[in-house]
């Protein structure tokens, strides 16, 4: 192992070391440590190129703030760009890849960005790239884009499972440092639900690094006798490798549970990420807080780092940051790290203070400057000098570490996510979570708690506090003595630094310096909100967590505010990148959303049916068979056997609904725009549907089984929205109609048997006398089914315009049936028919389905004027479909439409024009509905909506096509192209 | 992200398993004239506060509910069976 490792200490796991490789290199670490951590200890401090400048960049902290550590870890479909390093934990074989430089992370030539950096200043897209326009898409763009970018996200499907998972409890309590670790304990005592849920690998926060002790034992020690005892306990849920990103309505808490993020081998049986909703009576906010880095030239150098990351790195996984570390701190926290690395045995070259006196007895061997800054450091590939200011005076001193310790802001984003704006304390010298959130409350850091034993207090007296409002009895946790507890007083904030030549960052992830923010005051975009998007800062996928309140220091300072005034910028969910996979859950491919296969889709398959996906439903299109060349050539075939024999068609999606009540009658009446009082039992009837707005909402027939009993059929891709529509009828406008609804649509399968030999087939099978006489058109009843052994509903309705009728069996009778119908037909010529032929038979006859019931059309559109009752007092739609514009005299109505040339076709969506105008708007006379090639006819048809068209039969018109640029002459005519005097439903 | 409804039937539900038709109005009588018409059909208030909108428990026991909520805080202030609320108005 390499020198960086210290002989002991930390928590990691000496006796198993672990293999891994950053950019193809092999280095070794053991378990328990961070990507971050095992680099480190391999030296290496140069990690990954900067967002825009190329600048080298180091590992900052050692959490979920990281903004320079990113790297792409895995390969093929679980490659994982943007990974932070510092919350990556390592496994044996992980291969991590830096980002963002080419063509090697130690020699990029991006760095001559850093050269253009006059040019690349706050704004410069804006302003730089403005002119020639056309130069943006095709130059600047992919440009700037392949030259800042983050990693590359892979083409291959991620292997790994996902689930979302529902959890329920009295406290949630979020982050398990002192504070938290405390209230689970003083909630979980108390018998409370508690779910104390924490983003680290293991519980314990700040206490993981800290090297005070309680009762004389090591605070890791504490911690684990803590966690042991809440696992101990049945109504206590500890997790770990859990962020709890987002606090919505409700009290619901969103975390993401990383499952297998820290294995080589994701076992399968299990996800790799579970997302979490979590329903909190009451939460903790026990997040802690977060150190501010400090604003001096080159900040970013590798090997510059957050002091308490130095000493997470020092205690927690036994590693040292150099050789010769020196410490740059506004507060007594750079004093406790100073006396760490001394007792680990790094040298401590200096304590560069910004105060005139410490709060803080130091007896360290470190060289203590007081009231001086570092304003600059030196270094190629890392740091190997700092420049230190003193009055006035520059003094140039050897590091390879240095720390930065600019005071604590409090982790309040939770608090905010929904619209609660944070307070500025002047005294913390901090923001503060809102005050009067109901569900949520804040303890420790989070709010601004100095010191161990204070934040375990805290935490205890909090969760007491919550449980008494919750009515659960308890006494808070006691804790024994804490020694070395350095409690350290806020900072008083030191946001600009004197003598700075090299770039200050304020935003390390997106390359933003201090000279940008100074700029965009300057240039009138000084609101904190402006000075964000102006400059980038806080926009990064770090989303400014050690950026924002340095941002807002200085623009305050540069508009000679306070803080209090400039304000923040709004928190949002997520607090940490949440990946795509853990937000869609097993929700992938084929599960994005159900398949619905009807009851006769085996038997369509065995006939050689082609699917057609519609909605969820997977309809037989066609049935293709040996030689056929084109789908059309099957579609012909079925269609003309349909009107020569007969043909047998899968109507199974429609939608079905059975309606049963003494007022089913009355119900019917209301919710159709035509009479079905008078239907007589064992009728069916055209119904049409209106929205209260008049236009027509869905149509189908609904025919009369008894007298308190009727079976309505919808159109497929409507029959989950008429459900909702008839329930909503039924239950909110209507309660007081005595009418029940149940969906029955996967219940029953129905079968169209088309035809002229239709009857002759059916007569096969169903006992009932369906003779012209017995059985005539519209005819709706039960029947008797193959001698009795089944029985069904049988419809004479037709779509085609040939003697029809429907079938319906129960739906695991559907494919016996349906063979059986085969069988009897055969010597018919019964072929199966798709919904193509299906669209072909019905445009024939002039039948409308939703392409012309396409929300714009009212009943007399379509010819349908009569069939609205005049006399019923009331029906959904009724007031509104008397409006003027609704019964003008030139609105497109349905009208017919074929080709002079039958060998020209033209398509749906085609507009109408008449003879000879140009194609502009005024002269638009409406478009095309429907269209296919009828062999009947033996040329296209079509169905249009025309102004005037029922009275323009016969009128030579234009079909334009305006996304081909073509013009087919054309003639209006009757729609029905096929039995106008309807003889052949009758026969 | 989920909040959660607490229908009268299913207890508390997540507002995935809703749907959401809008606000609550008395439908007027089919004499009632263009201008009640137009208001129950098209014209709608935007308030601040408190709205009583009608939602279906579509996939859970497919009831329509009146539910009020506070279109400022969220708040989920009542959540009645539609058939109830319209019964309990129609009662003076």
């Not at chain 1, 946001?495 to 390390?508: E, L, N």
């Not at chain 1, 969506?909 to 009947?936: C, R, W």
Request: aromatic fraction near 8%.
């Amino acid at each position: 192992m390499t020198s960086y490792r210290l002989d002991k200490g930390g928590l990691v796991n000496r006796t198993m070391p672990l293999s891994f490789t950053f950019d193809g290199r092999p280095m070794q670490g053991f378990e328990g440590d961070t990507l971050a951590s095992a680099l480190l200890a391999n030296g290496r401090m140069l990690v990954g190129r900067s967002f825009k400048y190329h600048r080298p960049r180091g590992i900052l902290t050692a959490g979920s703030a990281e903004p320079n550590a990113l790297v792409t870890i895995g390969r093929g479909g679980r490659t994982e760009p943007n990974t932070r390093a510092t919350v990556q934990e390592l496994y044996e074989g992980l291969e991590a890849r830096s980002q963002n430089r080419w063509p090697s992370l130690d020699f990029d030539l991006g760095t001559l960005n850093g050269l253009l950096s006059p040019f690349l200043g706050a704004g410069f897209y804006y302003k730089t790239f403005m002119w020639p326009a056309a130069f943006w898409e095709k130059f600047y763009e992919p440009l700037i884009r392949k030259a800042a970018g983050l990693g590359k996200a892979s083409y291959e499907a991620d292997p790994d499972a996902y689930e979302k998972s529902w959890a329920h409890c009295d406290l949630l309590v979020i982050g398990a440092g002192p504070a938290g670790l405390a209230a689970a304990l003083t909630a979980g005592r108390a018998g409370a639900r508690v779910m104390l849920v924490d983003e680290g690998a293991l519980p314990g926060g700040s206490l993981l690094f800290d090297s005070a002790t309680i009762d004389g034992r090591a605070a890791t020690d504490f911690v684990r006798d803590t966690s042991a005892e809440l696992q101990s306990m049945p109504n206590v849920r500890l997790m770990t490798r859990t962020t709890v990103f987002g606090w919505y309505d409700g009290n619901v808490f969103g975390a993401v549970e990383r499952v297998q993020k820290h294995v080589r081998d994701p076992q399968s049986h299990l996800p790799v990420e579970r997302l979490w909703r979590i329903v909190a009576r009451q939460a903790l906010l026990a997040t802690g807080a977060e150190e501010r880095p400090l604003v001096f030239g080159g900040n970013d150098r590798p090997g510059v780092m957050m002091a308490s990351a130095m000493r997470t790195y020092l205690n927690r996984y036994g590693v040292a940051p150099g050789k010769a570390a020196a410490i740059f701190t506004s507060d007594d926290s750079g004093y406790g790290l100073a006396r760490d690395l001394e007792a680990a045995g790094v040298d401590v070259v200096a304590i560069v203070d910004s105060r005139p006196s410490a709060g803080m007895d130091y007896r360290g061997k470190a060289r203590l400057i007081r009231e001086a800054v570092v304003c600059g450091t030196k270094g190629h590939r890392a740091i190997s000098a700092i420049e230190v200011r003193r009055d006035g005076r520059v003094e140039t001193i050897a590091v390879d570490a240095l720390a930065m310790a600019g005071g604590f802001s409090p982790i309040i984003h939770l608090a905010c996510h929904r619209g609660a704006r944070p307070l500025w304390s002047t005294e913390e010298a901090a923001f503060l979570a809102p005050e009067g959130l109901r569900g949520l409350e804040v303890a420790g850091a989070a709010a601004a708690t100095a010191g161990l034993a204070a934040c375990l207090a805290a935490g205890a007296a909090k969760a007491k506090a919550i449980l008494d409002d919750l009515g659960i009895s308890c006494s808070p946790a006691v804790f024994a003595a804490v020694d070395g507890d350095e409690g350290t007083p806020p900072a008083r904030p030191l946001w600009s630094i004197p003598g700075i030549k090299d770039k200050a960052f304020v935003d390390f992830q997106n390359d933003v310096h201090l000279k940008d923010l100074g700029l965009a005051v300057r240039e009138g975009y000084g609101h904190v909100e402006l000075a964000k998007r102006y400059t980038t800062s806080g926009m990064a996928t770090d989303q400014g967590k050690l950026s924002n309140m340095n941002a807002i220091g200085l623009i305050a300072k540069a508009r000679g505010v306070s803080p209090a005034e400039v304000g923040t910028t709004t928190f949002r969910p997520f607090y940490t990148p949440v990946s795509f996979g853990a937000l869609t859950g097993a929700h992938a491919g084929r599960h994005f959303q159900p398949v619905r296969k009807s009851p006769l889709h085996d038997w369509a398959r065995k006939h050689g049916a082609i699917f057609v996906e519609s909605g969820l439903w997977f309809r037989s299109a066609w049935f293709a068979r040996e030689g056929e060349q084109s789908w059309r050539e099957s579609v012909d075939r079925e269609v003309v056997n349909v009107r020569q024999n007969v043909g047998l068609c899968d109507v199974s999606t429609l939608g079905k609904i059975e309606i049963f009540g003494r007022d089913a009658a009355e119900f019917l009446n209301r919710v159709y725009c035509n009479g079905f009082l008078s239907l007589p039992v064992g009728k069916a009837r055209y119904g049409i549907m209106l929205r209260e707005d008049g236009f027509i909402y869905d149509d189908g027939t609904t025919s009369r089984l008894g007298d308190e009993h009727f079976f309505m059929t919808t159109t497929t891709a409507y029959a989950a929205g008429v459900m909702n529509h008839l329930e909503f009828c039924a239950q909110a406008l209507w309660p007081e109609l005595d009418v029940r609804l149940a969906s029955v649509t996967d219940q029953w399968a129905q079968m169209a048997i088309a035809g002229p030999k239709a009857r002759l087939v059916l007569s096969k099978i169903v006992d009932d006398d369906i003779s012209r006489a017995a059985f005539a058109y519209l005819g709706a009843k039960e029947v008797s089914l193959c001698g009795g052994r089944l029985h069904g509903r049988l419809f004479r309705i037709s779509f085609s315009g040939e003697l029809a009728y429907e079938l319906a069996v129960p739906a695991g009778y559907a494919e016996s049936i349906a063979d059986i119908l085969m069988d009897a037909g055969a010597e018919h010529g019964l072929q199966p028919y798709g919904s193509e032929a299906l669209g072909v038979l019905r445009i024939e006859k002039g039948h409308v389905t939703h392409n012309e019931i396409n929300g714009t059309v009212v009943p007399s559109d379509l010819g349908f004027g009569r069939m609205v009752s005049a006399s019923k007092p009331d029906f959904i739609g009724k007031a509104m479909l008397a409006r003027e514009g609704l019964t003008a005299a030139d609105r497109p109505r349905l009208v017919g439409v074929r080709p002079i040339d039958p060998a020209t076709s033209f398509t749906t969506g085609s507009h109408i024009l008449a003879k000879d105008a140009e194609a502009t708007l005024d002269n638009d006379q409406g478009y095309v509905t429907s269209s296919a090639f009828s062999p009947h006819v033996g040329s296209t048809i079509g169905l249009a909506l025309v102004k005037h068209g029922p009275e323009r039969h016969g009128e030579k018109i234009v079909v334009w096509n305006g996304l081909k640029d073509e013009y087919t002459p054309a003639i209006l005519c009757d729609p029905s192209f096929v039995d106008p005097g309807n003889e052949k439903l009758h026969v | 992200m989920a909040s959660l409804i607490s229908c009268p039937h299913c207890g508390a539900r997540p507002k995935e398993e809703f749907t959401i038709k809008g606000a609550v109005l008395p439908r007027p009588d089919a004499g009632a004239g263009s201008e009640a018409w137009m208001d129950y059909v098209y014209r709608r208030d935007n308030p601040r506060g408190a709205y009583r909108e009608y939602w279906h428990h579509t996939s859970g026991c497919r009831r329509w509910l009146v539910v009020t909520r506070d279109t400022a805080s969220h708040e989920v202030a009542a959540c009645q069976d539609a058939a109830l609320a319209k019964r309990a108005e129609a009662q003076p």
